[in-house]
């Protein structure tokens, strides 16, 4: 979109007098069709409500969150389209908050003062290169995963100053589809051409794809070591020493991390989460205070970084200060759904700090109730309530709680860790019974999905594995069986755009959980098959 006339701009700017001359100077540039926004959480409604071409975000914006965590919310919520320019403003100088900014890669940031001239020039830079991806993206935002790599290759063909870019993207695309080997030669390739950081922290992310942990600490701590500002190397290391079990490493990476930029809401709440892991209680109070204090004003605030900021001060025997965190929790998270249970989960930990066994048995009940709707605990807190329960003497609440856990487990790993808390207790024995019964329960739920569908009732296989699929979102499993229930129901009844949209998202879904699983591609390419059966790929050359 070359006519800035045509351009569609928001501005987030708190201050009157500032955004007045953001104004002008976008109407200088010829931008007239300008929203305003004040603070992040309107900006992220805004956004949620419209599609905007350029984001012009202020970075100091006041009170409640500021410009980098508007940005950290938008790229993580996947708020706006691939499209979207997103230009930072700041007359920030100091370095940690230029670099937090700068790692959640906004299309450009301007340093003030600036004239109208200068963003000019920065706009259309971006939207230059907006054009040469733009049909990229609308693939990509279509489903089009294998079209979207095809056209990468044309891309670098047609507009070959933006070549490695191309092929970053097209290795980051075989990644979605699973196909770490193929993003893996692309890697390599792009580190000979000495696009070198990133290409290398992308070979790194597909070792770790294939198991292949100790090659990817490898180039993660060389990384770190011969540029120790590049943060998603950070995070990746944190994230490799976990998986290989090193978790007091995995803290020390974060630690150094967050030293160089203290800002990143969720790498903040990871370390916490590892000082907690760890006994690091000091460390685990500090950092969990910052992260409640962050999030406080996001439109994606979590209940559950409460709890576990009650849970270090309990841990250091600081009972009052725990209340008042519980206090905060009732009174900032009103409305959430999963409050009710994080306040009884919270409450909990200080009886069983103090002894007070009937108020603690009141919590834990209260908590176990809660938890029978459809909340959305994450998998580590319901263990923790579990193992609560176990200890007080309440075997059917924490059997209840683990069971939900393994239905929904992402990987053999956290059904490991679901058994564990009743072999700590010694009751080893039911922990794989409930093992062995949610397996069986999944594969129940499977064969009359399938049954459903053999019978000819395929919309009911697709109600029965979508609900299965809600309750169970992080089991890959159940995810991409709802996927091919809601394919074959098209293959057989015909595309219409509710179970498209549907299917898409559950593959999305799947592969985010389990990009290696041997079924993705296939599926993928079962989805692929019926959008160009039913002529859904003609999307494609309206872009054209």
């Not at 938008?74 to 691939?82: D, F, G, M, S």
């Not at 409450?347 to 603690?360: E, F, N, P, R, V």
Request: aromatic share 4%; glycine share 6%.
């Amino acid at each position: 979109m070359s006519n800035l006339g045509e351009i569609r701009a928001l501005l987030v700017e708190p201050h009157s007098g500032m955004r007045v001359s953001l104004h002008n100077m976008l109407n200088l540039c010829g931008i007239t069709k300008i929203e305003h926004a004040l603070t992040a959480g309107t900006a992220v409604r805004t956004i949620q409500n419209k599609i905007f071409d350029l984001v012009l975000c202020e970075y100091d914006l006041g009170v409640g969150q500021d410009g980098q965590q508007l940005l950290e919310d938008v790229r993580h919520h996947k708020l706006t389209p691939l499209s979207t320019i997103f230009i930072m403003v700041t007359a920030e100088r100091a370095y940690a908050k230029v670099v937090s900014a700068a790692e959640l890669a906004p299309s450009d940031y301007l340093l003030k003062p600036f004239t109208a001239d200068m963003l000019l020039e920065r706009v259309l830079k971006a939207i230059e290169k907006r054009k040469a991806f733009i049909e990229v993206y609308n693939l990509m935002e279509q489903g089009f995963v294998r079209e979207s790599i095809d056209a990468c290759l044309e891309g670098e063909k047609n507009y070959p100053k933006y070549a490695v870019d191309f092929m970053r993207l097209r290795a980051e695309l075989h990644v979605t589809l699973g196909e770490a080997s193929e993003a893996e030669q692309l890697y390599v390739q792009l580190f000979e051409m000495k696009a070198v950081a990133w290409a290398r922290l992308g070979l790194a992310k597909t070792l770790f794809m294939q198991g292949r942990y100790q090659e990817a600490e490898s180039i993660l701590t060389n990384l770190v070591a011969e540029n120790n500002k590049y943060m998603d190397a950070y995070d990746w290391l944190s994230k490799t020493h976990e998986a290989i079990g090193e978790l007091p490493q995995a803290k020390s990476v974060l630690d150094t991390a967050v030293t160089i930029s203290p800002h990143a809401v969720r790498r903040l709440r990871k370390l916490g989460s590892l000082a907690l892991e760890t006994g690091d209680i000091e460390t685990a109070e500090s950092v969990l205070k910052k992260v409640v204090s962050k999030a406080k004003y996001s439109e994606f605030r979590d209940p559950e970084d409460h709890v576990n900021l009650v849970n270090a001060l309990v841990k250091k025997g600081d009972h009052n200060q725990a209340k008042s965190v519980i206090r905060d929790l009732e009174k900032s998270m009103t409305g959430v759904k999963k409050t009710e249970a994080c306040r009884a989960i919270s409450a909990a930990m200080i009886h069983a700090s103090t002894g007070d066994t009937a108020k603690l048995t009141e919590e834990l009940e209260a908590a176990v109730l809660a938890n029978r709707e459809d909340i959305g605990l994450s998998n580590n807190l319901k263990l923790g309530l579990a193992k609560s329960c176990l200890e007080n003497n309440k075997e059917d609440a924490a059997s209840e709680v683990i069971m939900e856990v393994m239905r929904n487990a992402p990987n053999q790993n956290m059904v490991s860790k679901a058994m564990g808390i009743f072999e700590v207790a010694g009751k080893g024995h039911l922990g794989k019974e409930l093992a062995q019964r949610s397996q069986k329960e999944v594969k129940d739920l499977v064969a009359l999905g399938v049954q459903k569908a053999k019978e000819g009732d395929f919309r009911g296989s697709v109600d029965l594995m979508s609900s299965a699929a809600k309750k169970s979102p992080d089991n890959p499993q159940v995810v991409l069986n709802a996927a091919l229930a809601a394919l074959k129901c098209i293959e057989n009844l015909g595309w219409d755009p509710a179970t498209g949209s549907l299917a898409k998202q559950l593959i999305e879904s799947a592969a985010r959980l389990d990009p290696m699983n041997n079924r993705l591609k296939a599926i993928r390419g079962l989805h692929e098959d019926l959008q160009k059966r039913f002529g859904i790929d003609a999307v494609r050359a309206k872009m054209s």
